[in-house]
């Protein structure tokens, strides 16, 4: 049987190499608000010939859009980013930019939001991960109440799903900094669903481990725990594979608007699955028995205890 | 074969046949002849307006006031001539809200005008000096004044657009081909628009919507029931017809939220999603079938009666389909897998551990259903928490993506359970697949 217990320090070592700088740049650099969060217009502009991405800057500035943020999407394509424009002001800037550039200009997408709705978006985004996440808390400290400490079960189950949280937003302050990534309504909303499918994998494997402790495995929990883990593997990777296979096909395939939801919905099952496996149950032992786990000579460590 | 068995099977069977039926196109059931699809998909304006309470007469309540914006929206939108468009209002901590969706416009900006401008119409006199000249202001304009004059019952009345009949109409005049609005008073705005037009003879008389001048014909005669608005271009002589006979907003509204969508845009990411769902499904497909074999295959049978299941259900109810919806639809099809998984991994223990098929089907799904419920619980935890945060900030897309997981994961569960396992319970009584090879045991 792998031991998967026995290697735990090994397992949280690797999710602390990945979170720790995932935390340093949300604390430098924090999330890049979109428009939901920041306020502003953002709008996809198509023009019916090429043109220079300096020329459309310049006839910007020219416009009194000077802190226009541009960025060419696609050979004819332009996303921008404005403070809230007026329908009034959208149609003179769309009229001005077509005689400066001399091309049909079509906005194929607009998105304007103003500061009353954006701030209000922050505080209930924040209002749903908590309810979300006390939700399952006590969800979870219900199902296993026939456990000793159900109260524990609960607890390693939301450190688990914090660290899959984490590990979702620290990609995207990354990839903010990186490659420019917003975040908005629907990565709020990936990060939510990464919320019950994360802890959806946590419960299969706990539960696996329930019905050991109840099946009385071995008098040690780290081996009861070991084995409920080794037996949920082949269920966990075949279902995780099964659903990243579907993602994967929707990040490549299924077009731009969906991206930031289906991004953060592959991170977090992907970490969710690592986490499933190699956390949560490895948190219990570690709360049980009162032992981080060592780095080497692990084997020796199990016939002991066994 | 297990008793109750072949009267599930029979029941699964005519649903999913009935699914089919309702998913084919051109099956009107119930007059639901085709999916909905949201503005995202189809192309159109996502807007929403603040209502501002704090410039409401106060007699009247915020529920009124609210009532009677929305009221008159509907009734611009629709003079419009926007299929299927939708005004709700919502209220919140923050304020008073109208959302309004514009399916298929195209001149939003314009529409945007329509819908949200107060389009409080009045007429206004010169002041006349001592000297009989005009008074001008500090720019040198005339002042305008708005016209007063008796009603009926002997108050002093002030001419505005509400004695106007809702029968304002664009017409062209047959010298100059030039766009008007034409317009008639009721009987209160006939009398007061004599006693006007009477003291105001070869002098002009201004026309004022929302404090802006129009235009400042000179009369030529007394008039009582009606009247042309000119100086307007055609489009908005338009504009100006609708939102006459709409009736004036008793409040101001502002956009807060707009979201355009090109209707091309809208069809290449259907075209893309689905796509990205029939290679990911084949996959899953693919992956179930070559590692479990024959539970596998059955699982597959299973997932086919659950996408049937959910189109039905997104025709039927009918669910506003959208790009995250859809999204939220494909990956409740790979979630989906993860009962049959469960169940087909038990299914081997249990063989490998020496019990005859039938047993193990049995145990397979007995110890597997806890796992099922709990782990799909905490997906419903999380769906009804995104509903909620969707309707606060009035996001279709969040409502989307919400209602395809929560109706997707509700039906796995019994797709995954009663349905895979009635398909199983058949099989394994029918024979088929009998060497527990079949269902990826190694022999040992």
């Known amino acids: 049987m792998i031991d998967l217990v026995g290697k735990r320090l090994w397992f949280f070592l690797i999710s602390a190499i990945v979170i720790i700088p995932g935390i340093i740049s949300l604390a430098v650099f924090g999330l890049k608000p ?41 050979e004819e394509e332009f996303f921008i980013r404005l403070p809230e424009i007026s329908a009034e002001e959208n149609t003179r800037l769309k009229e001005g930019l077509e005689t400066g550039l001399d091309a049909k200009l079509t906005i194929s997408s607009l998105y304007s939001v103003s500061p009353v709705v954006a701030a209000g978006t922050v505080r209930n985004t924040i209002i749903a991960i908590v309810v979300a996440s006390v939700g399952i808390l006590l969800y979870i400290s219900w199902a296993f109440r026939k456990m000793p400490n159900p109260i524990r079960w609960g607890t390693c189950a939301v450190i688990a799903l914090v660290h899959d949280l984490v590990v979702v937003i620290a990609v995207f302050s990354i990839l903010g900094w990186v490659a420019g990534v917003e975040v908005d309504a629907l990565f709020v909303t990936g990060v939510l669903a990464v919320v019950g499918v994360s802890v959806n994998n946590i ?13 009385g495995v071995s008098r040690d929990f780290e081996v009861t725990a070991n084995c409920g883990i080794t037996e949920s593997l082949g269920r966990s990777l075949n279902t995780g594979l099964a659903t990243l296979f579907v993602i994967v096909a929707l990040y490549l395939l299924g077009g731009t ?15 969710g699955i690592y986490s499933s496996l190699c956390i949560a149950g490895q948190l219990l032992v570690v709360w049980e028995k009162g032992n981080w786990g060592r780095i080497s000579s692990l084997r020796k460590q199990v016939e002991t205890s066994a | 074969m297990r008793k109750g068995n072949t009267p599930l099977l029979i029941f699964i069977l005519i649903l999913f046949a009935f699914c089919v039926w309702v998913i084919l196109p051109g099956s009107d059931i119930f007059g639901r002849d085709e999916f909905k699809l949201g503005l995202d998909l189809k192309g159109g304006s996502h807007l929403v307006y603040s209502i501002d309470l704090t ?22 939108v629709n003079a419009y001539g926007v299929t299927e468009p939708i005004v709700q209002t919502i209220r919140n901590e923050r304020g008073s809200f109208v959302l309004v969706q514009l399916p298929g416009v195209t001149d939003i900006d314009e529409a ?21 000249e005009p008074v001008l202001d500090e720019e040198g304009n005339p002042q305008w004044v708005i016209a007063k004059a008796k009603g009926s ?11 106007l009949k809702p029968n304002a109409q664009v017409v062209l005049t047959p010298q100059t081909n030039e766009p008007e609005v034409a317009f008639e008073w009721n009987t209160e705005g006939a009398i007061l628009f004599e006693q006007i037009t009477q003291r105001n003879l070869q002098k002009p008389l201004g026309i004022f919507l ?9 009369v030529q005669a007394v008039i009582k029931e009606k009247g042309v608005i000119t100086g307007v271009k055609l489009d908005e002589a338009r504009t100006l017809a609708i939102q006459l006979n709409s009736g004036s907003l008793d409040v101001p509204l502002t956009v807060v939220e707009r979201r355009d969508i090109g209707a091309t845009l809208g069809e290449d990411s259907l075209r893309k999603s689905l796509m990205a769902g029939i290679i990911g499904s084949a996959m899953v497909i693919i992956f179930m079938i070559a590692y479990y074999r024959f539970s596998g295959f059955v699982a597959c049978l299973a997932l086919l009666v659950f996408v049937a299941l959910n189109l039905a259900i997104f025709k039927l109810l009918p669910v506003v389909l959208t790009l995250p919806g859809i999204a939220g639809f494909i990956v409740s099809i790979g979630m989906g897998v993860d009962g049959n998984v469960l169940v087909a991994e038990r299914l081997k223990e249990e063989l490998r551990r020496g019990r005859t ?12 259903w806890s796992a099922i419920l709990d782990a799909n619980v905490t997906v419903f935890i999380a769906c009804a928490v995104l509903y909620w945060l969707g309707n606060t900030f009035g996001n279709f897309l969040v409502i989307g993506f919400a209602t395809t997981l929560f109706i997707g994961t509700a039906l796995s569960m019994f797709t995954q359970v009663v349905v895979t396992r009635t398909f199983m319970r058949t099989f394994v009584g029918l024979g088929v697949a009998k060497s527990p090879g079949a269902y990826g045991v190694l022999k040992q």
Do not use: C, W
């Open chain 1, 34 to 74: 979109g428009v939901d969060f920041s306020s502003g217009t953002a709008m996809t502009l198509s023009f019916d010939k090429g043109v220079e991405l300096s020329q459309l800057r310049q006839e910007l500035t020219d416009l009194g859009y000077d802190r226009a943020v541009v960025q060419p999407a696609g």
């Open chain 1, 203 to 215: 419960v299969v494997v706990f539960d696996r481990i329930r019905e050991n402790v109840k099946r």
């Open chain 1, 257 to 271: 608007t969906t991206h930031n939801l289906v991004l953060a919905l592959l991170i977090g099952i992907a970490t």
């Open chain 2, 55 to 76: 410039k409401k007469d106060p007699a009247q309540t915020d529920a009124d006031v609210i009532e009677s914006v929305k009221l008159k929206i509907e009734r611009r």
């Open chain 2, 112 to 132: 945007i005008k329509l819908i949200g401008q107060t389009a409080e119409l009045d007429f206004r006199e010169i002041t006349l000096g001592e000297d009989g």
């Open chain 2, 153 to 163: 019952d002997g108050q002093e009345r002030e001419l505005t657009g509400k004695y």
């Open chain 2, 210 to 218: 929302d404090d802006q001048l129009i235009s400042a014909p000179t």
């Open chain 2, 357 to 368: 098929l039938g047993a193990a089907v049995e145990e397979g799904f007995r110890q597997s």
